[in-house]
Nanobody, 115 residues
Framework: QVQVVESGGGLVQPGGSLRLSCAGSGFTFSTYAMSWYRQAPGKERELVARISPGGSTNYADSVKGRFTISRDNAKNTVYLQMTSLKPEDTAVYYC?????????WGQGTQVTVSS
């Protein structure tokens, strides 16, 4: 049974940091591209960051220099380290695992940036 489970969300003040984790099981994690998406109320889901099986990364312009995606294939886990958080980073963050034609999504974790 495939599972993709996010954790680590919460409430943080502007300028603060959070680390999200996403654990995958039921598939060959190391062969999948892993991504973080987010969706704010009233907005479309958008790609935040992606890491390839080989470790190459790419980021949305809005988070470059503030967020870092990494993966630990031994633990079947991908991380999103978020720093210098802004109120506009408030959203539900989703983990995505993809290798064509397969794609799996987690249930999401809420991140709220507010004073």
């Amino acid at each position: 049974q495939v599972q993709v489970v996010e954790s680590g969300g919460g409430l943080v003040q502007p300028g603060g940091s959070l680390r999200l984790s996403c654990a995958g099981s039921g598939f060959t994690f190391s062969t999948y591209a892993m991504s973080w998406y987010r969706q704010a109320p009233g907005k479309e889901r958008e790609l935040v960051a992606r890491i390839s099986p080989g470790g190459s990364t790419n980021y949305a312009d809005s988070v470059k220099g503030r967020f870092t995606i990494s993966r630990d294939n031994a633990k079947n886990t991908v991380y999103l380290q978020m720093t210098s958080l802004k109120p506009e980073d408030t959203a539900v963050y989703y983990c995505n695992a993809r290798v064509s034609p397969y794609e799996y999504w987690g249930q999401g974790t809420q991140v709220t940036v507010s004073s």
